[in-house]
């Protein structure tokens, strides 16, 4: 019999992974955001760091600080009504973006793929309103969730050794930007101007878990 959500669970001697749910989906997002915010507030005693991710969070801890059990009480109280707690005010970003050609090389692929046009794909990638669900990776590269199941597509075989700042890509059933030049195996099927890290200023990043997102087309030559 499965155990019910949330379940916390060791990972090594020194880390607990509690999970929320077992599937992508904004709930999950919304509930590691509170959790988030609540380990943020708490200061419990022994944690070192905490990574959250699509529908868990992974605990750090100073086993010489604190114990399993110890900590997996703690936890179980941050944990309380998780359901209806709140999160901050998420903001709303649009996102320009100059899709194919040289800014988007695997556009046409992702369109053959799944035989659509590329002005069809252009088209459904731009339909939804994508909420931020985790950031990773690279600094400033927020994983959204939303995307077009028609779009669904996998990754590159062989990754590129340089992606881009600014690329924006598929992989599976997730778009995201790169914010950084780096290596990379997502479909590429378009560029933003926008910077989405930013060392030199405060808040470093564009957008943050629970952010909705927009992309609009704009064509090669306009300034995005």
């Known amino acids: 019999m499965c155990r019910p959500f949330p ?12 999970e929320l749910a ?9 509930q590691v955001r509170v959790l988030d915010a609540r380990l943020r507030e708490s200061s419990l005693p022994g944690v070192i760091e905490w ?10 801890y100073d086993p010489l600080r604190t114990t399993y059990d110890e900590l997996h009480a703690l936890l179980e109280n941050c944990l309380i ?4 707690g709140g999160v901050r005010t998420p903001k709303q970003v649009t996102i320009a973006v100059r899709y194919g050609g040289e800014d988007g090389p695997d556009l046409a692929h992702v369109a053959s793929y799944h035989g659509l046009t590329e002005a ?25 969730i939303g995307l077009d199941s028609s779009l669904n597509t ?24 790169y914010p950084l030049d780096s290596p990379g195996g997502w479909q590429l099927i378009g560029r933003t101007a926008c910077k989405l890290f930013n060392p030199d200023q405060a808040p470093f990043f564009l957008i943050s878990p629970g952010d909705a997102v927009r992309f609009v087309a704009v064509e090669n030559g306009e300034r995005s």
Not at 81 to 84: E, I, Y
């Open 7 to 18: 379940r916390l669970s060791p990972v090594g001697e020194s880390a607990v992974l509690v």
């Open 120 to 144: 069809e794909v252009i088209r459904r990638h731009t339909a939804p309103v994508y909420q931020v669900a985790m950031m990773g990776f690279t600094p400033g590269f927020a994983y959204l």
């Open 51 to 60: 990574v959250p991710g699509y529908d868990s969070v992974l605990v750090h």
């Open 154 to 177: 996998p990754r590159l075989a062989t990754p590129r050794t340089l992606v881009p700042a600014g690329s924006v890509g598929i992989a599976g059933g997730q778009t995201g930007i």
């Open 81 to 84: 009504r998780l359901t209806t």
């Open 22 to 30: 077992d599937a992508i989906c904004s709930e999950a997002s919304r």
